[in-house]
């Protein structure tokens, strides 16, 4: 069924009609729009609860809700927890032939804290009218023994005025259309897929977003010396650095900090950033960027002061030949330890779990085109977990998935909050235990061999092509 609400008549008939403590001026809310429904009452009242809980699906101008207050039961007042101080304690509005059900105080954090400031609002929800979101109401009618209903939203005005205001009813219809969306969507069984927020919570690292946001994106994006998007890039570098700073304070605390090295590092921006914040690190790529004069700086090692971002490629050890000896040349052993972040890295992306199990070094992968350990194109196989989807991307994080769990890794996974499709993270922080020592060899060829890859790294190190 296409979404085709039927529009109201400026003196519809109310659907829901409101008077404070039961005895005072009734206010007005004024019904906009309804449309039929095939969901039942828990249905939408898990829609509410889960809109409630992520007002982002409404509004792109937030990044989420920190629920201060959730409790059930019927209430006369709304008192406030301590920490909810813009919520006054006020009488509970009162709906003829509704009973309040559930109380929720949530706190909307929006993405730009520059130009909107964090929000408290009260959301009440009733035995039939499902919430009651500071002059807007919806409403679910069920004939349970039909098996149908509607659902409808009404507005309570500031003034009869508002009732004209386009942008308003646009915003009516809208929201309107997101619960009958998620409704039929749960009524048919769906399932959600992607999961994000399973290894750090979602406040943590929006609050840290929001912070390296606002000190360093309009300075990074003026500046901004690639031919590439910078909005796309600042802010999807500016989201992975806020992800790894709260990974390493759960991974190092207060302790040492190991360093970091991001294979393929392409603009040095993430090492940037990272550095900035005071985590010492470094990164390599086979070409190098314009924006390195702007983000190369210096770091501290036991043979001297080197910079940050070196044009070096990459030679792993069963690739590792004699003959080519090159100042350009890495053979991808780092101290044990050193954090390993493979970024959108293409062709070292499979390599990733690989290099950090032969240096014991946890590490990161965020892959993005798919290719094989000799560096060619390459279309992984479907995963043979069917709940899984079969796309190329899909496949490729599958593959690296398995790749690394032959070389000995528990592997987390998490869906990072980027302006990017691919945007799967790959992260081992663990091995096996017992741990068995991986044939390294023996996996490498498992998964295709290397057949090539040292003629790429000739060609690529004695050619002068262009920027990847």
Known sequence: MKFQPEELAVDAVPLVIESSGGDEKRASWRPLFRHPCEFGPSVFNDVIVNLIQNPNINSSWLFRADILYDAAGPKTHLAAPPEVESIPNAPIPFFAGFELQRCIIRKLIPRNTLR??????TCLVYERVAARVRGIAFLHDWAA???????????????????SVVKLTRTAFHLLEVIHKHGKGRLAGYQKRVHHDQILPQARVQNTYTRLK???????IVDWAESTDPEKHVFEDLCIAAFLVELWADMYGTGPFPGFVDIGCGNGLLVY?????GFA???FDARSRK????????LQTPAGDQDTLRELVLLPPPVWSEALIEDRIHDGRFPKGTFIISNHADELTPWTPILAAISDCPWIAIPCCSHNLAGERYRAPAPKDKTKADSAYSSLVVWVAEIAKDCGWEVEQEMMRIPSTRNAALLGRKRFSPRPSPDIQAIVDRYGGTTGYLQS????????????
């Open 116 to 121: 909107d400031k964090p929000l408290d609002q």
């Open 457 to 468: 790294v000739i060609k690529l190190v004695t050619s002068t092509g262009s920027e990847h």
């Open 145 to 163: 023994a039909e098996s149908r209903g509607s659902i409808s939203i009404s507005y309570l005005f500031f003034n009869d005025d508002d009732r």
């Open 281 to 283: 690190g470094w990164g």
């Open 214 to 220: 606002q000190k360093y994106a309009r300075a990074l």
């Open 291 to 298: 924006s390195w004069a702007a983000y190369n700086t210096k």
């Open 273 to 277: 950033i990272l550095n900035q914040e």
